[in-house]
């Protein structure tokens, strides 16, 4: 809350405050018969005026703050709330001499004594007590506020430094084996393969660069980029490895991790299709479950025991905990005679 907005607020309190106050002696003195707009009018003149005392209240805890306690700022504001109690009482007093809300009970000034101006001070003293916790109140609640904004904006920017760090790690990771392959076609010369294998290679890294720092692609996006990936793991093994890729159009757009799909298929193929000496097909399928987005990567093969995940497996689960926290699922489980990767992730259609 705003000084301004503080104020405002202090300046309805103390209004109603002085009606609260100007009916309860009214009501008390009915039979009196006095003017109950001019007892009211006194009243409300009384306590609206705290609103300079508040405004005063509000420069001195920020000037002086109680927390953690030291003497001086106590004793500072001590010395404030005496002289605040005394100037307004003495305030209150010249008020009623000169508006007489009580008519004829009105004491004279020849009947003021001390006691009538101290005695008022206890009243004052809890009034500036009570202002002074709402002004701690109200700062310390911004304060509150602005950690906090402060505290998600460093965790998104961990989050965003992590996944950036994640994503450079898997680039050079796949980087280094696509090259691998092709330096192993060159050296059985099957150059026109790796011709074909370098066009598809510069797909994808000119994919990597046009989203470098998006954190979120479109599924269809991936699908086609995960096409090339696999049409290069292809040419490698033309006689070994078949592929399909099944995406319901609806689901296109749906939002999901850059690269998330790439790690798993290389996991199929390098475990299943480069140690297997006969036909293996890889099979993607991604479908809607209720308001989950499931992506599978499947093909034949065995799940090693104790399972032992390389670069790519333990990135990506890293980035979906980074991503979504505990609102994904990643499984790599053994299916009769398949492997099957599976990918649960919230459905966001907003890519």
């Known amino acids: ?33 006095h003017d109950p707009v001019l007892v009211l009018g006194y009243h409300v003149m009384v306590w609206w005026v705290w609103l300079a005392p508040t405004a005063l209240i509000i420069s001195l ?9 030291r003497l ?3 004793l500072g504001h001590g010395l404030a709330a005496t002289a605040i109690g005394l100037l307004h009482s003495l305030y209150s007093l010249g008020l009623m001499l000169w508006l007489r809300p009580y008519d004829r009970m009105t004491a ?20 500036y007590l009570l202002v002074l916790g709402a002004v701690l109140a109200v700062d310390y609640g911004r304060r509150s506020r602005e950690h906090a904004v402060e505290a998600a904006e460093l965790r998104r920017s961990l989050t965003d430094a992590r996944l950036h760090a994640l994503e450079l790690q898997i680039q050079p990771h796949f980087l280094f084996n696509t090259l691998n392959a092709i330096s192993g076609l060159v050296r059985v010369s099957r150059k026109d ?13 000119r994919y990597s660069l046009d989203h470098a720092g998006r954190q979120r692609v479109a599924l269809g996006e991936e699908v086609e980029m995960l096409t090339r990936y696999l049409e290069i793991q292809q040419t490698r093994f033309p006689d070994r490895m078949s592929f399909s890729v099944t995406v319901d159009a609806a689901l296109r757009q749906a939002a999901v991790p850059i690269l998330i799909l790439q790690p798993l298929a290389e996991n199929a193929v390098r475990h299943g299709v480069d140690r297997s000496g ?17 992506l599978e990567v499947r093909n034949r093969g065995t799940i090693a025991s104790p ?35 599976l990918l649960d992730l919230p459905l966001d259609q907003r890519a």
């Open 278 to 294: 006969s036909m293996n097909h890889v099979e993607v399928r991604a479908r809607q479950v209720d308001d989950r987005l499931e």
């Open 1 to 33: 809350m705003s000084t301004r907005r503080f104020l405002l607020v202090a300046a309805a309190f103390w209004l109603l405050f002085g009606l609260v106050a100007g009916i309860q002696v009214w009501i008390s003195m009915l039979t009196h018969g």
């Open 108 to 127: 004279p000034l020849s009947d003021i004594q001390l006691s009538n101006v101290l005695a008022p001070i206890l009243l004052e003293w809890v009034l």
């Open 72 to 74: 001086l700022p106590i």
């Open 193 to 205: 393969e790796a011709i074909r294998m370098i066009a598809g290679l510069a797909d994808l890294l």
């Open 307 to 341: 399972v032992v995940e390389g670069i790519g497996l333990r990135n990506t689960r890293e980035r979906l905990r980074a991503l979504y926290g505990n609102d994904a699922r990643f499984e790599l489980t053994q299916s009769g005679e398949h492997v099957l990767a």
């Open 61 to 69: 805890a920020r000037r002086m703050p109680v927390a953690p306690p």
